[in-house]
Every structure is written in C-alpha cells, then in structure tokens.
C-alpha cells in the first residue's frame, strides 16, 4: 500500500466510521470461524484429529477467505 | 464434573471392594467421610488423584506399596480404584489397576445404557476436565498444603488456571495461527531465495536511483557554477564597457556587436541542421525506395516489351475456351485431360481489369518516387547551400570576434589588462562547468537508461512477485487474527481475575476479622494487602482460609460459565471439591466460617473430616447440606486392651470407629446416611 493509498483508506475512515466496524466484525468473523474448527477436531468426537490435519484445515480456512475477500 | 461413586479394590489399607456413593444433590451437596487419623481419609482422597492422574499428594507414606497389605498376605497380587463420574451430561468410568509393581493402567469408558464404550486417549480427556496441574486444588489435602499458593506460581500454575477458565481452544488457535505463519514464512523465504536475481535487481535499482539523485545534485551544483561564472563574466564585460580606455570601451562594444551576431548565426546554423534533419526524415523512405522503384518500372517495362505484362491472352477467353470445352486450335478440350488443366491454369496469369489496375498504380507509385527523389535533391541542396553561406558567416564572425578580442588584450592600459585577465579566468572556469554539466547530464541519461532495462527485468519477476505479495497478505492476516486474540484473552483473563478477586474479598470481608484484600498477579499468585499496598505474612490459618476461598471462587466461577455460549473459550465446568482435614490450621471462627461458604460455592463438596474437624461448629454449620455420610472403621487384628474405641455420636446415634481381636487387619466402611 502505497503513501496516496494508505491516505485514501484514511479519508474513507473519516467519512464513513462504519468501515472499522466492518473490518472488526470480519476478523472477529474469521477467528470465531477459527475456534470452531479447533472445536470441531479437538472436541468434534471422543477422539482428536491430527494436530497437521487441524493446521491445515485452518490454512485452507484462511486461504480461501482471503481468496473470497480479493474476489 | 460430578463424582458419583468410588470403588476401591484392595487400595492400601481398604481390603476387597469398599464403596462410597457420593452426593450428586445440588441441595445436599456435601459427603461426609467420618475418620480418625490413620484409618484412611488421606488414602480415598489419594485413591482419586491416582486414578484420574497417577499421583499421590507428597505426605502420603510408602507411595509404593499400593495394594493392600491384608490382600496380598491371602494371595491377591493387584489393586484397582474405580471412580464414577457426570460430565456434560454422560456418565464416564475411570478405572486404574496396578498389577504386582508394573505401571499401572488407566481406561476410561463412557456409559450409554450399560454399554461401555472405550473412550481413546483417556489421560488427555481427563486432563481436558480438569488439568492435572490443578488437582490438589480441587482433590484438596489441606494439613499437606496449608501453605500451596506462596509455593504454587508461575507459568504451569497459570496455565492449569487458563484451561480451567476455558482458553484451551483459543490458545491453541494461536499456537496454530502461529505454525501455520511459520509455514508461510518458509514458503515466503524459499521464494525469495529463489527470487535471488529479482531481490539482486531491486537493490541495484535502489543504488541506481542513489546514483541518480547524486547525479543530479551534482548537475544542479555545476549549473549553479556557471551561473556564478557568468554573473562574474558579465560584471567584467560591464566594467569593460564603462572603463576609462576609450578605445577599449569601442572595441568592447564591437566585440558585444560580433558576440550577438555570432549568437544569431549559431541560432540560424540549428535551425538549418534542424532543416537538413527534417528534411531526410520527410524523404528518406524514398533515398531507399528510389532504387526498388527504379528497378520495379525497368521490369514492367521490360515485360510489356516483351508482351508479357500483361498476359497477351484475355481471361474472358480463356473462361469461354473452358466453357465450350474448345480450344484455339479446334481441339476438344475434355475435363480431366491434360490439355483441359493447362488451359485452366492459363485464368491465373490472364490479363483482367485487376491485373491492368495494379500494374496502373505500380507506374505511378514508381514515377512519383522518381520525380519527389528529385524534389528531395533541390530542397536538399537549398538547405545545404543555407547553411554552408551560414557557416561561411560565422567563420567571419568568429575570426573577427578574436582579432578584437586580441586587440583589446593588448590595449596597454592596466585596468583593461587587470579586466582582460580576470574575463580569461570566467570563461576557463565556465567552459569547465559546461564540460561537467555535459559529463553530468550524459551519466544521467545513462542512469535512466539502465533502471529502465532494470523496470523490465523486474517486471519479468512479476509472476514471483505476485507469490510474494499473498504470502505477505496471508502473514499480516495470520498475525492480524493472532494479536485479536491474543486481545480478547487478555481481556477475560483479566476479567476472570478481578471476578475470583472480588469473590475472595467477600469471604475475606465476610469471615476474616482483619482489614486485608486479595490481590491477584500476573501468574494467579494472590497475595495478602494492607489498605496502603504493603503485603502481608499471612498465619498458617489466614493462608489456608485464603486458599480455601481461591479454590472455592475458582469453582464457583467455572460453574458459572457452564452455560456460557462457548464462541470463543471453552464453556466451563462443574468440578467437585474433595477436601481432607481441611479445618486443621483454622481456629473455631474460620472454622465455621469455611464450612458456610464452602458448600455455597461448591456444587459439590466432599469432606474427609476426623472428630476434631468436625464436632461442634463445623457439623453445626454443614448438617443440613450432607447429602451422603460415612465412616471410616478400623478393624484391627490386636487385642484391645487400655486402647479406646474411637467411639463417634451423629445425630445421636453412636458408632464405634475402633475394632480389635478381628481376622483382617484394614479399613471398612459404613455408611450412615
């Protein structure tokens, strides 16, 4: 993000305060998203799922929402 | 968790299977475990920390020897302690044996109508409930840890006290987020190192981009230079005018003359050039094309000559021949025969309207770059005769410029020698500025030149680049979500210390009779303080009465959030409160002062209490809450003698805890209610 950019995002800030919120409740969003996969293999059975198979779970988790946010 | 039942089999002094049922009431909520020192509380609240943990408090004598000694002289080589047990609704089994010294072994089953069904990875399930590293504060011993917290801190006490609090799945998460990052970045780094030429070519560009700014100081110095030059060479040519010499102020004045007109000419002599430039870049395409438009018409002429261009036959005629499948001569002309497909391919080269169109335009577009190849020449050799008249001027100008200039200089007055040497110097030192200027601008456009070949190499590397970027966007989105966390946990565990403070400080308001508050640090270590901050030595009692009222508050608090949503931290949990001996240290005020707030706090209490605990003010206190009672009796193979029998009155009926000249020598129990 270059200088007239990050001063773009700034001036949308100061108009429309409502944008932080947003940005808020995404993130808040993704890392419930997050503890939900942890519940599901840490708690999902009796038995726990693989610590590599929850990590990746959580990457594809993550790599998508972004992929969704670029799209 | 709520404990149901406990089974000992062969435990230590507990010889075949001994029972307690525990009080699962939520208004009864306490069981009570009458015994007289020696007889066996401290073994059924070990037989609990074995079972869920395999540990035993730190006081409890000969940890090896685990099965019962009256057992093993009839033949029975193991021991086992079952223990039953609620959590979230299902009922669980925890089963540890130990066969002769080997290790011994724990199973956990949940129970689903009488099914049992083998639950995997019971230590971490057990630990999931209740952490290991919390255990002697919920299975309680309290003449063994009177003094547990100024001993108990740190990061593993505080991390027992964050499981119970429900951040399991939040920092794991974290732990998560954390490696999932390092994959990232090693993802990131393989890349870069890949990227060895792009990270090469943007840091030559940020020298280059240096070089450039240096360079272009250095121009700006060097035209600063000459400006200074020409200012100083300037004030001299003035002096020179107005001097006292009249004949160095007339010839100053023609040299001012041959100077301006010298600029005129130089000024003429580019645009001239500029002409001549022009003008070759107008026909230059036909100094080229002049040559092939020459030789284009020799050959149409040559070929018309010669009735070849165009064709001499028509490709009407010919069309009719194949039409009428008759040739010239008479002959038939039959499809598929030779002859026919000669006269066929006769149509390609016939002479047609087209063909005379393009050969039209072929004579023009060669006869007009013929005839404006001479119009160049004429132009050309105007301009060239402009500019040689030009030159032929300036060479004047130039040879007059100097004769005057000579001419002044030897002017043999000493103000105009003075003037004369000091212009000398001006035009030196300005004449060097403009070399450099040159030198200078030369290495900049050079400089530009190369940070465009570097833009495009780099643009090249766009398809890494693109990599890059997302793995940076994925990292600050990875440490993004990390730092949220890590925020939100802070701010519970935060909120859930000022809660189990303030829970403290109402039993301390409530029961001590001194002016203290609780104060909880960093790592859960709460700490006794004066009303102007100063900690105080806590009495063996005060600690135990403070330690009493964390752990109740902790369990109080973790109960509470048993309904929590569970968003974000693990919902809480009903945990019982085993406690042994737990009044020794307190006098008779805190004494009934822990056994009223206890039972309020805990949902389920469990008391292993002897007669000294107990009688008067305790079991005044407690009576109403016991759901479950027993008594621990000791069966001895002794004569009793002079020895008492440890005799116990509830509720008016007496029970005797001592009996002597038995068979077995060990501990049984009788429930009483």
Same mark, same amino acid.
């Given at each position: 993000m270059d200088f007239k950019e990050i001063m773009e995002t700034l001036n949308d800030i100061k108009k429309h305060p409502e944008i932080i919120d947003e940005l808020d409740s995404e993130m808040d969003k993704a890392l419930k998203d997050i503890i939900k996969i942890e519940r599901r293999h840490l708690y999902g059975g009796l038995d726990s799922t693989s610590v590599a198979t929850r990590r990746k779970t959580i990457q594809t988790y993550l790599e998508d929402t972004l992929k969704n946010r670029e799209s | 968790m709520l404990l149901e039942k406990l089974k000992l089999v062969n435990f230590r002094q507990f010889y075949n299977e001994t029972e307690i049922e525990f009080s699962t009431?939520?208004? $009864?909520n306490i069981t009570l475990i009458h015994g007289e020192n020696g007889v066996g509380k401290t073994t059924i609240l070990n037989s609990i920390l074995w079972c869920l943990y395999e540990k035993l408090t730190h006081d409890f004598e000969q940890q090896k020897e685990l099965i019962c000694i009256q057992a093993i002289k009839d033949g029975v080589k193991s021991c086992r302690v079952e223990l039953s047990f609620q959590y979230e609704e299902k009922h669980y089994l925890a089963q540890r044996s130990l066969h002769n010294s080997n290790q011994s072994l724990l199973k956990l089953f949940e129970i689903n109508n009488s099914n049992y069904k083998d639950v995997p990875n019971p230590t971490a399930f057990v630990n999931n409930i209740l952490p290991s590293d919390m255990a002697e504060y919920f299975f309680f011993h309290g003449e063994g840890v009177s003094n547990i917290n100024a001993t108990k801190s740190g990061e593993k006490f505080r991390r027992a006290i964050r499981d119970i609090l429900g951040f399991r799945l939040a920092e794991t998460a974290i732990k998560d987020l954390k490696e999932i990052n390092a994959v990232w970045t090693k993802a990131l780094n393989e890349l870069t190192n890949l990227n060895y030429e792009q990270n090469e070519l943007v840091k030559k560009k940020s020298i280059y981009e240096g070089k450039k700014i240096g360079l272009l100081e250095k121009l700006r110095t060097f035209k600063e230079e000459k400006e200074d030059h020409e200012t100083n060479l300037n004030e001299v040519l003035e002096k020179l005018r107005q001097c006292s010499s009249v004949d160095a102020r007339k010839l100053q004045k023609e040299i001012d003359d041959l100077v301006a007109k010298n600029s005129k000419l130089d000024t003429s002599i580019n645009r001239a050039r500029m002409d001549r430039q022009n003008l070759i870049k107008k026909y230059g395409w036909i100094i080229f094309g002049q040559k092939l438009a020459n030789e284009a018409l020799d050959f149409i002429d040559e070929q018309s000559l010669k009735a070849k261009l165009p064709a001499p036959y028509d490709a009407s005629l010919v069309n009719d021949l194949i039409e009428q499948q008759k040739c010239i001569c008479g002959r038939e002309l039959k499809r598929g025969t030779r002859e026919f497909e000669n006269v066929t391919n006769l149509i390609d080269k016939a002479d047609n309207a087209v063909i005379r169109s393009k050969l039209s335009k072929a004579r023009s577009a060669g006869s007009n770059i013929k005839s404006r190849f001479s119009d160049f020449l004429v132009e050309l050799q105007k301009v060239e005769e402009n500019l040689q008249e030009l030159d032929d001027d300036k060479r004047d100008v130039v040879i007059a410029l100097e004769t005057k200039q000579s001419e002044l200089k030897d002017i043999p007055v000493e103000e105009v020698q003075k003037l004369e040497s000091r212009k000398k110097l001006c035009n030196e030192a300005r004449s060097k500025a403009e070399q450099n200027i040159g030198a200078y601008k030369r290495s900049i456009e050079q400089c530009d030149k190369d940070l465009i070949d570097i833009d495009l190499k780099l643009k090249r590397c766009g398809a890494q680049d693109t990599r890059i970027n997302k793995l940076t966007q994925y990292q600050d989105y990875a440490s993004n979500l990390i730092k949220l966390c890590e925020k939100n946990l802070n701010q519970y565990e935060k909120d859930s210390k000022l809660i189990i403070a303030q829970n403290v400080n109402k039993t301390l308001q409530d029961?001590?009779? $001194?002016d203290f508050y609780v104060k909880v640090d960093e790592d859960f270590g709460f700490h006794l303080i004066r009303e102007n901050g100063q900690k105080v030595a806590k009495s063996k009692g005060e600690n135990l009465l403070l330690n009493l009222s964390f752990v109740s508050a902790l369990i109080e608090f973790a109960q509470m959030r048993s309904s929590a949503s569970g968003d974000f931290l693990v919902s809480g949990t009903t945990a019982p409160f085993v406690i042994d001996a737990p009044f020794g240290e307190l006098d008779n005020t805190y004494k009934k002062a822990s056994a009223e707030f206890l039972p309020k706090r805990s949902r389920q209490l469990i008391f292993l209490l002897s007669s000294s605990h107990w009688e008067g003010t305790v079991d005044e206190a407690i009576r109403d809450k016991i759901g479950s009672e027993y008594i621990l009796i000791s069966s001895k193979n002794s004569v009793q003698g002079e020895k008492p029998s440890d005799k116990l009155t509830i509720n008016g009926i007496e029970f005797i805890q001592s009996l002597y000249s038995q068979e077995k020598e060990a501990t049984f129990i009788k429930r009483v209610k």
């Amino acid at each position: 993000m270059d200088f007239k950019e990050i001063m773009e995002t700034l001036n949308d800030i100061k108009k429309h305060p409502e944008i932080i919120d947003e940005l808020d409740s995404e993130m808040d969003k993704a890392l419930k998203d997050i503890i939900k996969i942890e519940r599901r293999h840490l708690y999902g059975g009796l038995d726990s799922t693989s610590v590599a198979t929850r990590r990746k779970t959580i990457q594809t988790y993550l790599e998508d929402t972004l992929k969704n946010r670029e799209s | 968790m709520l404990l149901e039942k406990l089974k000992l089999v062969n435990f230590r002094q507990f010889y075949n299977e001994t029972e307690i049922e525990f009080s699962t009431d939520p208004q $009864k909520n306490i069981t009570l475990i009458h015994g007289e020192n020696g007889v066996g509380k401290t073994t059924i609240l070990n037989s609990i920390l074995w079972c869920l943990y395999e540990k035993l408090t730190h006081d409890f004598e000969q940890q090896k020897e685990l099965i019962c000694i009256q057992a093993i002289k009839d033949g029975v080589k193991s021991c086992r302690v079952e223990l039953s047990f609620q959590y979230e609704e299902k009922h669980y089994l925890a089963q540890r044996s130990l066969h002769n010294s080997n290790q011994s072994l724990l199973k956990l089953f949940e129970i689903n109508n009488s099914n049992y069904k083998d639950v995997p990875n019971p230590t971490a399930f057990v630990n999931n409930i209740l952490p290991s590293d919390m255990a002697e504060y919920f299975f309680f011993h309290g003449e063994g840890v009177s003094n547990i917290n100024a001993t108990k801190s740190g990061e593993k006490f505080r991390r027992a006290i964050r499981d119970i609090l429900g951040f399991r799945l939040a920092e794991t998460a974290i732990k998560d987020l954390k490696e999932i990052n390092a994959v990232w970045t090693k993802a990131l780094n393989e890349l870069t190192n890949l990227n060895y030429e792009q990270n090469e070519l943007v840091k030559k560009k940020s020298i280059y981009e240096g070089k450039k700014i240096g360079l272009l100081e250095k121009l700006r110095t060097f035209k600063e230079e000459k400006e200074d030059h020409e200012t100083n060479l300037n004030e001299v040519l003035e002096k020179l005018r107005q001097c006292s010499s009249v004949d160095a102020r007339k010839l100053q004045k023609e040299i001012d003359d041959l100077v301006a007109k010298n600029s005129k000419l130089d000024t003429s002599i580019n645009r001239a050039r500029m002409d001549r430039q022009n003008l070759i870049k107008k026909y230059g395409w036909i100094i080229f094309g002049q040559k092939l438009a020459n030789e284009a018409l020799d050959f149409i002429d040559e070929q018309s000559l010669k009735a070849k261009l165009p064709a001499p036959y028509d490709a009407s005629l010919v069309n009719d021949l194949i039409e009428q499948q008759k040739c010239i001569c008479g002959r038939e002309l039959k499809r598929g025969t030779r002859e026919f497909e000669n006269v066929t391919n006769l149509i390609d080269k016939a002479d047609n309207a087209v063909i005379r169109s393009k050969l039209s335009k072929a004579r023009s577009a060669g006869s007009n770059i013929k005839s404006r190849f001479s119009d160049f020449l004429v132009e050309l050799q105007k301009v060239e005769e402009n500019l040689q008249e030009l030159d032929d001027d300036k060479r004047d100008v130039v040879i007059a410029l100097e004769t005057k200039q000579s001419e002044l200089k030897d002017i043999p007055v000493e103000e105009v020698q003075k003037l004369e040497s000091r212009k000398k110097l001006c035009n030196e030192a300005r004449s060097k500025a403009e070399q450099n200027i040159g030198a200078y601008k030369r290495s900049i456009e050079q400089c530009d030149k190369d940070l465009i070949d570097i833009d495009l190499k780099l643009k090249r590397c766009g398809a890494q680049d693109t990599r890059i970027n997302k793995l940076t966007q994925y990292q600050d989105y990875a440490s993004n979500l990390i730092k949220l966390c890590e925020k939100n946990l802070n701010q519970y565990e935060k909120d859930s210390k000022l809660i189990i403070a303030q829970n403290v400080n109402k039993t301390l308001q409530d029961f001590s009779r $001194k002016d203290f508050y609780v104060k909880v640090d960093e790592d859960f270590g709460f700490h006794l303080i004066r009303e102007n901050g100063q900690k105080v030595a806590k009495s063996k009692g005060e600690n135990l009465l403070l330690n009493l009222s964390f752990v109740s508050a902790l369990i109080e608090f973790a109960q509470m959030r048993s309904s929590a949503s569970g968003d974000f931290l693990v919902s809480g949990t009903t945990a019982p409160f085993v406690i042994d001996a737990p009044f020794g240290e307190l006098d008779n005020t805190y004494k009934k002062a822990s056994a009223e707030f206890l039972p309020k706090r805990s949902r389920q209490l469990i008391f292993l209490l002897s007669s000294s605990h107990w009688e008067g003010t305790v079991d005044e206190a407690i009576r109403d809450k016991i759901g479950s009672e027993y008594i621990l009796i000791s069966s001895k193979n002794s004569v009793q003698g002079e020895k008492p029998s440890d005799k116990l009155t509830i509720n008016g009926i007496e029970f005797i805890q001592s009996l002597y000249s038995q068979e077995k020598e060990a501990t049984f129990i009788k429930r009483v209610k």
